[in-house]
């Protein structure tokens, strides 16, 4: 277990992290997340007690991590794959960090064996490709086999059989009552792997929570309903039906419609009623990665515009699409982030605690399905307009990676 | 349109890339997977004339990459995020790539903003995260607006939005009708990205086919079903000759009958549905499914190390190594 | 056409590293300052020296002295210009953009080798007159018989120390490998082979020894070298063309 309690760092005159609460239970993944320069890393070293806290405190199991009994046999952590001593063996660097925590060697080559490196193990980490590097990193962050883990974006590097692997791991850790806190910038990645969610922004706490409940908090639910091909007027008969009975209905590129606002079995109904046959009626969630976009719009450093492609008019291929065309939901079309909607104003996080944003979308009474249907992540921003970028000026300096 | 015709790279006696032969077309996103030394990295090298080949032969639009006038102005190549002097400026990075290939110095300022580095234009490389390089190198990529495009393992190091943003922009380059080649590790990611993979194995060409196929043909997809009026619609069922499967949930799971015959089977009979919906796996599961087989058909050697139930994770590497012995 | 942007690109290269100014710069430094030290030793020791000395004392190649050391800065110049795309991958980079390998390598080196003149001559011109002019009454003059030749000579001196190690590290690739061999080869091979009178006949076909004869005005009385000053001149290039051609044909051939 890992408590937080008012966690605060600051670096001179700026809060890298700002009076931060939460616990991360045992038993489940917890992943971490927050946009670039969120203060993820330092809260990780902050646990791992390389940065002493400005104000607050965090803990693992009642302690801080200096005055833990044996840290390396209850906390095991990988931070970045590439602290290592690259001219000294797999081997050799587990070794040390082995007697320097009374671990006997057999366990050495136990963990190399885990992570599928007893091969290598005589060789110099200096030749490790990235994804070997990070097997190493795991492979020390087991070697306590502690009942604490902590890993910063674990499968950065390695190769499908890889991730599919650290996944498992994972989860096989939190299975057996371990506290597993895990950040990953990998949405996809993440709804694979954690149950929990820890969810930061500027610093500040923005969620804590689980992930399906992250999920329905930041984005709605819909309905993919297919008609018969043969037959487009049955679509546009649906439409009519579905609108009317308060759903909201946007086309999908394949031909089908994406139905928010209404429950399955009055899809259902609503079609039986207009004699409309259905080739699909199937529920969606909305990823992870679409809720988290719409959370943490606003605090990201980095944001990048339309190519606009000034000096370049000529070299236009033939097959250039036009802007402008109607809005498709879900993909293909050049899915800009937009910006933030108007209610969440400029100033999403202004709060400390943890007070969900508000949904963007009106659920009932909205006559336009356009205008008030959650926008989807990839709607298309008018053509040729930039999207805002709040940050630009704080440039490198907010970035924590390039801070150090 | 890049070709590969019988490309093959030795160093010594290993076998690096195995006789590929595909073509990357353009108006789609083509993936390009593999295992870790699966060749890719190689191919990709060899198709900008950075390797050369043992044997074969990788043209664009039909003329070797050495043969183009200003290649920049042709192929955008994003390979490695560190490929650049730590101690030049952001911006004189992208200034001498566009002078030697005569671009305008206006584009350098445009594609620093369209990937949103304008704030950090001034200052050196070296001190950029690894997020930052990233988006540097695919300003590179950019900054002669070709048509053909290529990004090895693009969103490393990049945050959400950062990922986000470059798979739209992926997406969107492709449907202007340019070539978009793009490899990466993270299936999830390349299932949201790409329309066509190229699957690579041991050198070795192992798929060359749409997304939706690669799935398909690599994994079981199957009809999930509810209704309200369950009983009647499993007599319905097999009355049609279908087989269907009960899930936990309660819902019904159909193999092998597309849903529209479901649908309008269920609607020729009268039967509500609550959901007809068509499941199918991922494309990590189908990858590993293909690769796992390809390791096996190689090497003979014990059991598939395919779709692993949670909980109990295999030694990891299991399969590297068997690769390796092979 | 297609040269002259490469040229341009690679001036861009070349001004946009600090490595450049730096490099440069000491190699200006370090040889003007330590030649006026030497010439202020000079002019001091000069009362004591025997006739058949004083009738050899040579103003302008004293003052040239500071070059032995200088010519260190050159080469670490040379080296990082070629070599520094490699330590960085920056050459995979380049050489999408600019896939004639040929192209590449020799515009970089044509930039690079101009900038080193332009030094390398300034360099020359003010380590002379600033040595001269401690020298005092046993200074040389521009007019003498073959000073101004000398002078120039210190340029193209510096220069093509500067080009070898560009063709050398384009062999080795690695900087520290590139400066691991000339830092050693220069600064100690060179005057061991030249010191043991048994290996001086090979020494002095050595690019530094052969090239630096062009700064000599007077030579010594027991001179034997088979070469004047620009037959030296001509060795040293001979050396620096078979390291560029060696650069250029490695680079070629191999995996970028």
């Not at chain 2, 939706?212 to 199957?222: L, V």
């Amino acid at each position: 277990m890992i408590e937080a309690v008012g966690l605060t760092k600051r670096y001179g005159a700026k809060t890298a992290v700002y009076n931060l609460s939460f616990q991360v239970r045992p038993g489940t993944v917890t992943g971490f997340l927050g946009p670039n320069g969120s203060g993820k890393s330092t809260t990780m070293r902050m646990i791992l007690g390389l940065d002493a806290p400005t104000t607050g405190q965090v803990t693992i199991g009642g302690y801080p991590y200096r005055k833990l009994p044996n840290a390396p046999r209850q906390v095991g952590a990988l931070l970045d794959a590439k602290a290592v001593h690259g001219g000294r063996h797999a081997r050799n660097h587990l070794l040390c960090l082995a007697q320097l925590s009374g671990i006997p060697a057999r366990r050495v080559d136990e963990v190399l064996g885990v992570v599928g490196l007893q091969d290598v193990a005589k060789k110099r980490s200096k030749g490790f490709s990235l994804g070997m590097g990070q097997r190493l990193g795991i492979a020390a962050a087991l070697l306590g086999d502690p009942q604490v883990l902590l890993f910063d974006e674990p499968v950065n590097g390695l190769d499908p059989e890889g991730i599919l692997w650290v996944r498992n791991l994972m989860k096989a850790l939190a299975a057996e009552g371990r506290t597993v806190f895990v950040s990953s910038h990998l949405m996809s990645e993440m709804a694979l792997t954690a149950e929990h969610l820890i969810v930061i922004g500027r610093g500040q706490l923005l969620a804590d929570m689980s992930v399906r409940d992250f999920i329905s908090a930041n984005s709605a639910d819909f309905a993919r309903v297919r008609t018969p091909d043969s037959e487009p007027q049955h679509r546009e008969k649906l439409t009519a039906a579905l609108t009317e009975a308060g759903g909201q209905v946007m086309p999908e590129q394949d031909g089908a419609l994406r139905v928010t606002g209404l429950p399955l079995p009055r899809i259902s109904d609503l079609a039986h009623g207009a004699d409309v046959r259905l080739w699909e009626l199937s529920p969606h969630q909305a990823s992870l990665e679409e809720a988290y976009m719409r959370m943490t719009q606003g605090a990201v450093d980095y944001r990048s515009t339309i190519d606009q492609r000034a000096g370049l008019q000529e070299q236009l291929p033939p097959g250039a699409v036009p802007q402008g065309q109607m809005p498709v939901a879900g993909q293909g079309q050049p899915g800009w982030y937009a910006p933030p909607p108007p209610q969440q104003g400029g100033q999403p996080f202004a709060m400390p605690q943890p007070q969900m944003p508000q949904p963007p979308q009106d659920p009932a009474g909205t006559p336009n399905p356009y205008a008030g249907a959650p926008q989807p992540p990839a709607a298309p921003v008018p053509a040729a307009a930039p999207a805002p970028a709040p940050d630009l000026t704080k440039g490198a300096t907010d970035n924590e990676d390039a801070a150090r | 349109m890049i070709t590969l015709d019988g490309l093959t790279k030795r160093y010594g006696e290993k076998v690096a890339v195995n006789d590929l032969t595909f073509a990357v077309r353009p108006g789609v996103v083509t993936g390009f997977l593999g295992p870790n030394g699966a060749g890719k990295s190689t191919t990709m090298r060899m198709i900008l004339g950075l390797d050369n080949p043992s044997g074969g032969a990788v043209r664009i639009e039909g003329k070797h990459y050495s043969q183009l006038k200003d290649p920049l102005r042709r192929v955008g190549a994003l390979l490695d995020a560190k490929a650049m002097h730590g101690g030049r400026s952001a911006f004189n990075h992208l200034l001498c790539l566009a002078q030697s290939n005569g671009i305008p110095r206006a584009r350098v300022s445009e594609v620093l903003d369209t990937v949103g580095l304008t704030a950090v234009a001034k200052k050196k490389a070296k001190g950029f995260s690894l997020g930052m390089g990233q988006r540097l190198g695919i300003a590179g990529a950019l900054l002669g607006d070709p048509e053909i495009l290529m990004f090895d393992e693009p969103v490393n190091g990049l945050d959400p939005e950062g990922i986000h943003w470059i798979r739209n922009l992926m997406k969107s380059l492709a449907a202007e009708g340019r070539t978009v080649f793009v490899s990466s590790h993270l299936m999830s990611e390349m299932a949201l990205t790409a329309d066509h993979l190229v699957v690579i194995g041991q050198g070795r060409l192992l798929a060359d086919t749409s997304m939706s196929d690669f799935i398909r043909q690599n994994s079981r997809s199957y009809v999930r079903l509810r209704s309200p009026q369950r009983e009647r619609l499993l007599d319905v069922l097999h009355e049609a000759g279908v087989g269907a499967v009960e899930a936990r949930d309660g819902a019904l799971e159909v193999d092998g009958t597309p849903p529209e015959r479901l649908g309008e089977l269920a609607a020729s009979r009268q039967v509500v549905l609550h959901e007809l919906s068509p499941q199918q796996a991922s494309l990590e599961e189908a990858f590993m499914r293909l690769t796992a087989e390809s390791v096996e058909y190689h090497a003979h050697s014990d059991r598939p190390g395919g779709a692993v139930p949670a909980g109990e994770p295999p030694a990891w590497g299991e399969g590297w190594q068997r690769r390796k012995g092979a | 056409m297609a040269a002259a942007q490469v040229l341009r690109s690679e001036w861009t290269k070349i001004r946009s590293v600090s490595s450049t100014v730096w490099t440069l710069g000491l190699a200006g430094v370090v040889t003007i300052a330590l030649g006026m030290l030497i010439s202020i030793l000079s002019r001091n020791d000069y009362d004591s020296l025997n006739a058949k000395d004083r009738l050899t004392f040579d103003p302008t190649y004293i003052s040239f002295a500071g070059m032995s050391l200088g010519q260190l800065a050159m080469i670490v110049f040379g080296v990082l210009v070629v070599s520094n795309e490699y330590s960085t991958g920056m050459i995979r980079t380049s050489l999408a953009a600019v896939p004639q390998r040929g192209t590449l390598l020799f515009g970089k080196v044509f930039v690079a080798t101009l900038l080193a003149l332009a030094v390398g001559l300034a360099t020359s011109f003010v380590t002379f007159f600033a040595g001269q002019a401690v020298l005092g009454p046993y200074r040389a003059g521009l007019g003498d018989p073959g000073v101004l030749r000398a002078v120039i000579g210190g340029g193209l001196y510096m220069t093509l120390i500067a080009m070898f190690s560009m063709g050398v590290a384009a062999m080795l690739r690695s900087p520290m490998l590139s400066l691991g061999i000339l830092m050693p080869f220069f600064f100690l091979i060179s005057s061991i082979l030249g010191g043991v009178s048994a290996t001086k006949k090979i020494g002095r076909f050595l690019p530094d020894q052969a090239g630096s004869r062009i700064m000599q005005v007077k030579t010594p009385f027991d001179d034997d070298t088979p070469y004047g000053p620009w037959g030296g001149l001509a060795i040293m290039v001979a050396w620096v063309v078979l390291a560029l051609l060696g650069g250029y044909a490695l680079l070629k051939k191999r995996d970028a």
